[in-house]
């Protein structure tokens, strides 16, 4: 039996209700300043209201394997509704790369299947700065 290990989790302990990208950006600051990217989901209600936050995968430098099996256990295992992807550029600029528009692509794909709506991917900056597929109009 093999048994899935998140590489990191955390509970929110508050109530954030998601109604803008930018309200999940608070929960991401703890990423921000990682020298590798890593690749975070945050779990949704039917409310669209925090459930989780799991980093479900830490790369390199520059890039992050990250597979849907990886993205959507947990979001399964809270019985989520949606659920909103992250990652970090450690360079700092949050412009997506041909990679990152093609993992946005294929976890839609896999939620779409799943029921699982994927809301946003959203990739954050050493600073305050992020950048949101869904305000940028690139879903």
Do not use: W
Request: with cysteine; aromatic share 8%.
């Amino acid at each position: 039996m093999i048994k899935y290990q998140y590489i990191s989790e955390r509970s929110i302990k508050y109530v954030i209700k998601v109604t803008t990208p930018g309200d999940v950006v608070p929960v991401l600051k703890r990423y921000r300043k990682l020298k590798q990217e890593a690749f975070i989901v945050i779990t949704l209600d039917n409310a669209h209201q925090v459930i989780k936050v799991r980093m479900v995968s830490i790369g390199l430098l520059n890039r992050t394997l990250v597979h849907p099996r990886e993205v959507f256990v947990g979001a399964i295992e809270d019985r989520a509704a949606a659920i909103i992807i992250c990652h970090n550029h450690p360079s700092g600029n949050t412009e997506p790369s041909s990679e990152d528009r093609e993992i946005t692509s294929r976890m839609r794909n896999a939620g779409e299947i799943l029921g699982i709506s994927v809301l946003d991917h959203i990739i954050i900056g050493k600073d305050a700065s992020y950048y949101s597929f869904l305000e940028s109009k690139a879903f």
